[in-house]
C-alpha cells in the first residue's frame, strides 16, 4: 500500500460544511449535513473520525461526486475509516463527508469530529458551487424518518438522514452547498409538547447551543455565530408543525414544578385566539431575526409537508413583517401535505415527500434567482 499524506481540516482547500471553528486541526459535526467537502485527485481515502455519545451515536454518509458511496454509524473513540480505494489516481473528484443525524440535545455526550483525512494523492484547490443555501427548521429538516420503514416507531440515530434530505436534493440540482439548522421537536414559539424553551430562534445566533457537551463546547458550540463567515443566497424555513401540536398537547411542567407553559385551546376546540396572536408575532419576529443576520438573502417560508393548520397564521405573520419593513424578499411556499405512500419511519416525510418538496422550492428559487 502507498505511503498516505495526512491532512488536517485547516488546508485552505476543505471547505468547512456546517458552523464551527477548526480547532488543533479538527472540524466539529453539529447540525444535520454538517461536515466537509473537497476536492481530490487520488485512488484511495480514509478519514478519521472523533466520537462520543451516551445513547445517540452519529451516523455519516460518504458522497463522491453529489451521490452517496456508502453510509456508516460511528462507533465512541477516534477512528479510521477507508471511504474510496482503487479510484482512479488522474481524475479528480468531489468528496463530501456528511453528518446524517442532528445535534442529539438529550444525550449531553453526544459529539463528533473529522479530524483528518488520508490521501495517496493531494487536494486539489476547491470548485466553488454557484449558490449557497440555508435551511431552518425541526424534524423534517432534520431528516428525521427518511431511512427506515413505515413500521419503525423508535426515536434513533440511525432513521435520520441528510442525503435523501430535500435540503440536498434542492442543492444538488441548483450546484449549490447547503447548511442546516434544526431540531426535532422544535418550533417557532413552542415545542411540541409545550416547552418554551424549545424553540429555534432562541438557538440560531449561536453556533450550536443544542449540543451541551464538554467537547462540543471546546469548539464553541454555545458561542455567538459569526454569521458574516458565510452568507446565503437563500434562507429556508421550515417551521411551524411543532407549534400546532402543542395545542393539543398537555401543559408542560418544569422539573421542579415551579413554571407551567400551555399553547391553549377554547372550550369548543378551537386554538385560543391570543396565542394564535402570540404565534404570528413569534413568527414576525423570527424574520426580522434572520434578517438582521442575513441581510442580503431571499427568505423562503415553506410549510404544509405534515399539515397545514398554522398555514394563515404564519402568512400573518409574514404579512405584518412586511408592513413593518417593507422587505420585498421575503416569500411563501406551500408544500402540499405528503400522502400515506409518501411516509417515512415514525409518520415522517419519506424519501419521495422529501423529493416533492425539492422540487418544488427549486421552482420556487429558480423563479427568485
Not at 488546508?11 to 466537509?36: C, E, Q, W, Y
Not at 449558490?131 to 432534520?142: A, N, V
Not at 407553559?261 to 414576525?284: C, I, M, N, S, Y
Request: aromatic share 10%; proline share 4%; glycine share 8%.
Amino acid at each position: 500500500m502507498a505511503e498516505l499524506n495526512r491532512v488536517t481540516m485547516d488546508h485552505p482547500a476543505i471547505r468547512k460544511n456546517g458552523r464551527g471553528r477548526v480547532l488543533d486541526g479538527r472540524f466539529p459535526m453539529f447540525f444535520t449535513a454538517s461536515g466537509i467537502e473537497f476536492m481530490l485527485r487520488g485512488s484511495e481515502l480514509w478519514v478519521e473520525l472523533s466520537s462520543d455519545y451516551s445513547d445517540h451515536e452519529s451516523w455519516i454518509s460518504v458522497l463522491l461526486n453529489d451521490v452517496r458511496i456508502s453510509r456508516m454509524m460511528v462507533p465512541a473513540g477516534k477512528q479510521k475509516f477507508c471511504v474510496l480505494r482503487n479510484q482512479n489516481p488522474e481524475v479528480v473528484k468531489r468528496v463530501r463527508i456528511s453528518k446524517d443525524t442532528q445535534a442529539m440535545k438529550d444525550d449531553t455526550g453526544h459529539f463528533l469530529s473529522i479530524d483528518a483525512i488520508y490521501t495517496d494523492g493531494e487536494v486539489t484547490p476547491y470548485v466553488e458551487r454557484e449558490l449557497k443555501l440555508e435551511f431552518i427548521g425541526d424534524s423534517i429538516t432534520s431528516g428525521e424518518g427518511l431511512i427506515g420503514a413505515k413500521t419503525e416507531e423508535e426515536w434513533v440515530s440511525c432513521f435520520f438522514d441528510s442525503v435523501y434530505h430535500y435540503g440536498n436534493l434542492t442543492a444538488t440540482k441548483l450546484n449549490a452547498e447547503f447548511r442546516v439548522v434544526s431540531q426535532s421537536g422544535w418550533g417557532v414559539l413552542s415545542g411540541w409538547d409545550n416547552n418554551p424553551s424549545l424553540v429555534i430562534p432562541g438557538i440560531y445566533d449561536y453556533t450550536c447551543a443544542s449540543n451541551v457537551s464538554e467537547e462540543g463546547k471546546k469548539f464553541g458550540s454555545l458561542e455567538r455565530y459569526d454569521f458574516t463567515s458565510w452568507q446565503p443566497d437563500f434562507v429556508m424555513i421550515n417551521l411551524g408543525t411543532n407549534d400546532n401540536s402543542a395545542f393539543y398537547n398537555p401543559e408542560w411542567v418544569s422539573t421542579d414544578g415551579k413554571l407551567t407553559h400551555k399553547l391553549r385551546l377554547t372550550e369548543d376546540g378551537q386554538k385560543h385566539p391570543e396565542d394564535v396572536k402570540h404565534f404570528e408575532d413569534a413568527v414576525t419576529a423570527f424574520l426580522m431575526q434572520v434578517r438582521q443576520n442575513n441581510p442580503s438573502a431571499v427568505i423562503i417560508w415553506c410549510y404544509g409537508i405534515l399539515g397545514c393548520d398554522m398555514e394563515q397564521s404564519i402568512l400573518n405573520g409574514i404579512c405584518r413583517y412586511q408592513e413593518q419593513t417593507d422587505d420585498k424578499k421575503v416569500n411563501y411556499l406551500h408544500f402540499p401535505s405528503m400522502t400515506e405512500e409518501q411516509c417515512g419511519a415514525r409518520w415522517h416525510p419519506g424519501p419521495s415527500a422529501h423529493q416533492m418538496m425539492a422540487d418544488l422550492l427549486v421552482e420556487k428559487i429558480n423563479e427568485l434567482r
